[in-house]
C-alpha cells in the first residue's frame, strides 16, 4: 500500500464525509453517491477508500454508526456525526479552505 | 497506537458481530449498485458483474477496514498465537527442550527470588519500618562490634539524643513457666513498655504492653508469641486473663501477636522490664556495666540515618566525658546506628545474593540454550520463511511472529517453572531461618509472580530476537539458493558465540560451586577438639521456685541427677556443663567476654581489661567429652567450696596471654568479684564449640562445685547408639524431678551436622545450579556440533570420496568442540576471577581463586567439549560418501 499517495485523498476524504454527515445521518452508498452528485460527477469516491475511512473516523470517535431502515426499506448502517466529529469538521474545514486559497494563490486562479 | 477502550472490548467481545455488520454493510452498497445499474437499463446479469467490479476485491477492502480498527493488533497476535502454537505442536521435540529447559531456569529464579524478596527486599512488617533503627554500642579497636547496653547508658541516650522520637530496650532470659502440671522452658523477651507501640505491632487478639505495664508494682502481664500460642498453648481462643505462674508469681495473659517475624530473636513470650528479677534490681539499675540489653529506636519524622549517627555519636562523646572511669580512651567507644532492616537481615545478605547470581547464570545459560534450538529449527525452516517473504509477509510481522513464538515457549517455561518452585521454598525457607527471622515472610506472591512473569518474558525477547532478526535478514537469499542446508556465516558465528558463553557462565558457576565444595570438606575436615561420637546432650531448666531455700539445694540436685544417670545401664560417663559444645544456642550466642585480671599485671585507667569466656564444668567433663589434657591437671571431686579456687584454662589463652611462659600456678580473678583469686592448675587442647569454622577463643573452665548453681547441660557418653539412651535418661531425671523442663535434646553428631547446615545447604545449592548449567553446556555444545557436521555433510563426504580416513575427520569436528570450549574456558576464567571475590566471606580456609579448583574445572570442561563434540563426529566418519553426495 502507497501510503505517501493515499494520504493528502484520506485528509480531503475525511472533510467531504464529515461535512456530509453534517447534513443527515448517512449510509455508505448514500454518501458515495451524495459525494458524485454534489461534486457534480468529478468525485468518485472508490469503495475500497469509502468504507476503511468510515471504519477509521468511527473508531476515532467522530462518527457513531446505527442499523436503521433506509429509504428503499432495508436495514443500512447509518452513520451520524458525533459532537467532537462537529468540532474536528470545524478545524479540518478551515485547514482546507486555508490550503486551497494559497494552493490558488500559487498556481494563479482568480 | 491510540489505545481505544471501546474499540478493544469491541473487538474481544463483539468480533463475529462485528463481521456479521461488515459483510452486511458491504452487501447493502453492492445491491444499491445493482439496483442503480439496473435502472440505468443494464440487464440484471451485467449489472451485478460491474457492481463488482466497482467496488473491487472485496477481501483486501475488508482487510483495510479491519486495519482500520486498534482491534486489528490484537487480532494479529491472536493469529501469531494461533500459527505459533500450531509450529510448537509441530516440533514436539523442540518444545519440549525448550520449556524444560527454560522451567529449570526460570524456577530456580522464582525459589530463589521469593527468598530474596521475602527476607532481604520487602518491606519490614511494622509501621513505618524504615524509622526503626538499631543502636549499637562498639569498641572498634578491640574489634568488638557490639557490647549490649546497660540501664544507664540507654537513659543517657533517650533522654540526650534529638533525632529519636523513642528508644526501646530489649533482652532475652530463659524462665519456666508453669500451669497446675507442667512446666517448661520459655525463650522470654523481656521489653520496655513501649516495645510494641514503637514498632506498630498490633495484637491479633488481646492488647500488648502499656506504659503502665512498665511500671514499679504494676500487676505481672505477659504476651504471647503466635507461634507459641499455637504450638504450645494449642491455639487456644479463651487464652486472654489465663495465668501461669513464672519467677513465682502469677503472670496474666493479656494478648498473642499476629504472625510475624520477630525482633530481635524469636521468643516464645514478651513481659516488661520491671518483671524481670535481673533487670529489676536496684543495683543493676545502678551499674552503667551491668550490660545486657539490646537498644533500638524510631526516628522522628523526616530525619535520616546520617542525621541519627551524628546526633547519637555526639551523645556518646558527652557520655564518655562524664564517665572517664567507664569508658576507654577515644577511638575504643563508639555509637553506630543502622536501618532495622539492614540489621535484621545483614547475614543473609551474601549468601543469598550469591545463591540468586547463580540463578540468573542458570538462565542465561538456558536462554542461550533455546536460542540455539531456535537457530536450528529456523535453519531447517528457512525455505518456509523465505516463501512467506516472498508472497509479502513484511520483515517485522515475522520478526514479530518468531518473537510471539519465542515468549509462547518461554511463558510455558515460566508456568512449569512456576509449579516447580514451591517443590525447592519449604526447603529454602528452613534454610534461611539460619540467617533471619524474616525467612517466615517468604511465599510465593504478587511481586514474585511478576518477577516470574517478567524475567520469563525477558528471556523469550532475549532468545527469540537475535534468531529472528538474523533469519529475516537473508531470506531472499535463501530463496535462491533452495533454502535449507547450508547456514550462512553469519548464523555459524553467533551461534558459536552462544556456546561459548555458554561454557563461560556455566565455567563461572562451576567454580563458585567448586570452591563451596572444597570450602565445606575443609569444614567438615575440622577437628572439633574433642571426640563428637556417641554423646548425647540435653538442656534441663529446673524450676527455680522449688529449689530457693538454700544454695545446697541445686547442689543436692545435681549429685542426685548424676547418681541416676550413671547408674543407667549403658552410660560410660556423664558431665554437667553451663554451655554444651556446638549447641544451636551456644552458636546463637557466641563466646561471652568477661572482664578479669591477672595477678601482678595491674589494668591501668582508660585500658581495656583482658576479656575472656568462662564455661563451669563438674570433674567428668573434659573426660566425658574426650578434650585432651596438656599440662597440668582438670578438676577433681576435691575441688569443692572448701578447697582453693582453681581454674583451667584452654591453650589459645596460654598463648594470648602467657606467650612462652608457663600460666600453671598463675592467679586471676574476674573483674565481677575482683578479690577472688583464682589459681591455674591446667592447660586443656582448644575445642570449637562456637562453630567447626571457628577458631577458638580464650576459654577458662571453672568447677561447678566452686562457683554453686545449676549447670544446665547434661552430657552423656554412652556405650551404644547415644539417640537409644535417650529415654532412659529422660525418665531417669523425672524420677528426680518431674518440673524440670528439658530441650535442646540431641546428640553431638546431630550438633555438629546442624552446625554445618547454612554453608552445607550454599554448597548444595550452587552445586545444582552448577550441574544444571553443565548438562545444558553439553547440550549446547553437542546440538551446535550435530548441526554443523549435519550442514558439512556435503563437504565431509567428498573428502571421505577423495579418501580422508574417517579417524582424521572425528579428531577435526572434536578438535572444533575443544576450541570451543577452550575460549569458553579462557573468557570463564577471567569472569569468575572477578566474582569469585565476592563469595570470600562464605569460604572457610579457601582462597577464591584456589588454584585446584580452577584447574579441576577447567580440565572438565575440556574434557566435556571433547565428548559433547564425540558423538556427532563419530556419526559424520560413518557417512556413505556416495549418499552424503546426492543428499544435497
Known amino acids: 500500500m502507497s501510503k505517501a499517495k493515499s494520504d493528502l485523498l484520506q485528509g480531503t476524504l475525511d472533510l467531504l464525509i464529515l461535512k456530509i454527515l453534517d447534513l443527515e445521518p448517512m449510509h455508505g452508498w448514500g454518501i458515495s453517491q451524495r459525494i458524485l452528485q454534489m461534486s457534480e460527477s468529478v468525485l468518485q469516491v472508490n469503495q475500497g477508500s469509502l468504507y476503511p475511512a468510515l471504519h477509521r473516523l468511527e473508531e476515532q470517535n467522530w462518527i457513531t454508526s446505527e442499523w436503521k431502515t433506509s429509504e428503499n426499506n432495508r436495514q443500512a448502517k447509518y452513520y451520524e456525526l458525533t459532537k467532537r466529529g462537529r468540532g474536528q469538521l470545524a478545524t479540518e474545514r478551515e485547514n482546507w479552505l486555508r490550503l486551497s486559497v494559497a494552493v490558488g494563490r500559487i498556481v494563479g486562479t482568480a | 497506537m491510540k489505545f481505544n477502550w471501546t474499540s478493544i472490548a469491541r473487538f474481544l467481545f463483539r468480533r463475529p458481530a462485528v463481521e456479521r455488520e461488515l459483510d452486511d454493510e458491504l452487501r447493502y452498497h453492492l445491491d444499491r449498485q445493482i439496483e442503480l445499474n439496473m435502472a440505468r437499463g443494464m440487464p440484471a446479469e451485467e449489472a451485478r458483474r460491474a457492481a463488482v467490479l466497482t467496488v473491487g476485491p472485496v477481501g483486501a477492502l475488508k482487510d483495510d477496514c479491519r486495519d482500520a480498527r486498534t482491534g486489528r493488533f490484537l487480532e494479529t ?173 502469677p503472670h496474666t495473659v493479656i494478648g498473642v501477636l499476629p504472625p510475624i517475624p520477630q525482633y530481635p530473636a524469636e521468643s516464645d513470650l514478651y513481659m516488661t522490664t520491671v518483671q524481670c528479677p ?398 577472688a583469686w583464682i589459681t591455674v592448675v591446667g592447660i586443656v587442647s582448644d575445642t570449637r564449640e562456637y562453630g567447626l569454622g571457628h577458631p577458638a577463643k580464650d576459654e577458662i573452665y571453672l568447677p561447678t562445685a566452686q562457683q554453686g548453681g545449676f549447670s544446665n547441660n547434661l552430657i552423656v557418653r554412652t556405650a551404644f547408639e547415644p539417640g537409644a539412651a535417650e529415654p532412659l535418661i529422660r525418665a531417669a531425671i523425672r524420677e528426680v524431678d518431674p518440673f524440670i523442663g528439658l530441650d535442646q535434646v540431641e546428640t553431638m553428631q546431630e550438633f555438629e551436622y546442624e552446625s554445618m547446615a547454612p554453608p552445607r545447604v550454599t554448597t548444595v545449592l550452587l552445586g545444582i545450579f552448577a550441574a544444571l548449567a553443565l548438562m545444558m553446556s553439553v547440550g549446547g555444545i553437542a546440538a551446535m556440533m550435530s548441526l554443523a557436521v549435519t550442514q558439512q555433510t556435503r563437504e565431509l563426504g567428498i573428502r571421505l570420496a577423495l579418501g580422508a580416513r574417517p579417524g582424521a575427520i572425528v579428531s577435526r569436528v572434536v578438535r572444533q568442540g575443544v576450541v570451543l570450549a577452550a575460549a569458553g574456558i579462557a573468557l570463564g576464567i577471567a569472569g569468575a576471577v572477578a566474582l569469585t571475590r565476592l563469595l570470600a566471606t562464605l569460604l572457610y580456609a579457601t582462597s577464591p581463586v584456589d588454584t585446584a579448583t580452577f584447574l579441576a574445572v577447567s580440565l572438565v570442561f575440556l574434557g566435556v567439549g571433547a565428548a559433547a563434540s564425540f558423538v556427532p563426529a563419530r556419526q559424520v566418519s560413518l557417512i556413505d560418501p556416495l549418499s552424503a553426495l546426492r543428499n544435497e
Open chain 2, 278 to 675: 535481673t533487670r529489676s534490681s536496684e543495683r543493676f539499675k545502678a551499674n552503667r556495666k551491668a550490660r545486657m540489653m539490646i537498644g533500638f529506636a524510631r526516628l522522628k519524622p523526616d530525619v535520616s540515618l546520617e542525621q541519627a549517627q551524628a546526633d547519637l555519636s555526639l551523645v556518646a562523646d558527652q557520655m564518655r566525658q562524664a564517665n572517664p572511669e567507664v569508658y576507654p580512651q577515644p577511638g575504643e567507644y563508639k555509637m553506630a546506628v543502622a536501618g532495622l532492616r539492614d540489621d535484621l537481615t545483614h547475614s543473609a545478605r551474601t549468601t543469598f545474593f550469591v545463591l540468586l547470581g547463580g540463578a540468573g547464570f542458570v538462565l542465561l545459560i538456558a536462554c542461550a540454550n533455546v536460542a540455539n534450538l531456535m537457530f536450528a529449527r529456523l535453519l531447517r525452516m528457512e525455505r518456509e520463511i523465505a516463501v512467506r517473504a516472498a508472497l509479502g509477509a513484511s520483515k517485522s510481522r515475522l520478526v514479530r511472529q518468531m518473537l510471539t513464538e519465542s515468549i509462547l515457549v518461554s511463558l510455558g517455561g515460566g508456568l512449569a517453572g512456576l509449579a516447580l518452585a514451591p517443590l525447592a521454598l519449604s526447603v529454602l525457607v528452613k534454610f534461611a531461618t539460619r540467617y533471619s527471622t524474616r525467612a517466615a515472610e517468604v511465599h510465593m506472591d504478587a511481586p514474585v509472580l511478576l518477577f516470574t512473569l517478567a524475567i520469563a518474558v525477558g528471556t523469550g525477547v532475549l532468545f527469540g530476537l537475535a534468531p529472528a532478526f538474523s533469519s529475516t535478514k537473508d531470506s531472499a537469499e535463501a530463496l535462491k539458493r533452495g533454502g535449507g542446508r547450508n547456514g550462512t556465516g553469519g548464523h555459524q558465528i553467533v551461534r558459536a558465540g552462544l556456546v561459548v558463553a555458554q561454557v563461560a557462565v556455566s565455567f563461572t558457576l562451576l567454580i563458585g560451586a567448586g570452591l563451596m565444595a572444597r570450602s565445606f570438606l575443609k569444614l567438615s575436615e575440622v577437628d572439633p577438639g574433642f571426640r563428637t561420637d556417641h554423646l548425647l546432650s540435653l538442656r534441663m531448666t529446673p524450676n527455680s521456685a522449688r529449689y530457693r531455700q538454700s544454695p545446697d539445694q541445686l547442689s543436692a540436685l545435681t549429685e542426685n541427677l548424676m547418681h541416676r544417670i550413671k547408674a543407667i545401664n549403658g552410660v560410660v560417663s556423664a558431665a554437667m556443663v553451663s554451655s554444651a559444645p556446638l549447641s544451636p544456642s551456644g552458636i546463637a550466642s557466641g563466646p561471652g567476654n568477661v572482664d578479669f585480671n591477672i595477678a601482678g599485671r595491674p589494668v591501668s585507667q582508660g585500658q581495656l581489661a583482658p576479656q575472656v569466656d568462662i564455661t563451669i564444668a563438674d570433674e567428668n567433663y573434659f573426660g566425658t567429652i574426650g578434650q585432651g589434657v596438656v599440662s597440668g591437671r582438670v578438676f577433681t571431686a576435691h575441688d569443692d567450696a572448701r578447697a582453693p579456687a582453681v581454674a583451667v584454662i584452654n591453650q589459645a589463652m596460654a598463648r594470648h596471654r602467657w606467650p612462652g611462659g608457663n600460666p600453671i600456678g598463675e592467679r586471676i580473678a574476674f573483674a565481677y568479684n575482683p578479690d
Open chain 2, 77 to 249: 497476535l491472536f493469529q501469531d498465537v494461533h500459527y505459533g502454537l500450531r509450529v510448537l505442536r509441530k516440533n514436539r521435540g523442540f518444545t519440549f527442550a525448550a520449556v524444560s529447559t527454560l522451567a529449570l531456569g526460570i524456577g530456580a529464579n522464582a525459589a530463589i527470588f521469593s527468598l530474596v524478596y521475602g527476607v532481604l527486599l520487602r518491606p519490614l512488617p511494622y509501621r513505618d519500618g524504615g524509622q526503626l533503627v538499631v543502636l549499637h554500642q562498639q569498641n572498634p579497636k578491640a574489634e568488638v562490634p557490639e557490647i549490649p547496653f546497660s540501664v544507664k547508658e540507654l537513659t543517657d541516650y533517650r533522654e540526650r539524643s534529638h533525632t529519636l522520637q523513642s528508644v526501646v530496650e530489649h533482652h532475652s532470659m530463659v524462665f519456666l513457666l508453669s500451669d497446675s502440671h507442667t512446666a517448661e522452658r520459655v525463650q522470654t523477651a523481656v521489653v520496655s513498655g513501649n516495645f510494641f507501640d514503637v514498632l506498630g505491632v498490633r495484637p491479633l487478639m488481646g492488647r500488648t504492653f502499656v506504659d503502665a505495664d512498665d511500671q514499679k508494682g504494676a500487676a505481672p502481664v505477659i504476651v504471647l508469641s503466635y507461634k507459641y500460642w499455637r504450638e504450645h498453648r494449642g491455639g487456644d481462643p479463651k487464652i486472654v486473663g489465663k495465668t501461669f505462674e513464672m519467677n513465682s508469681k
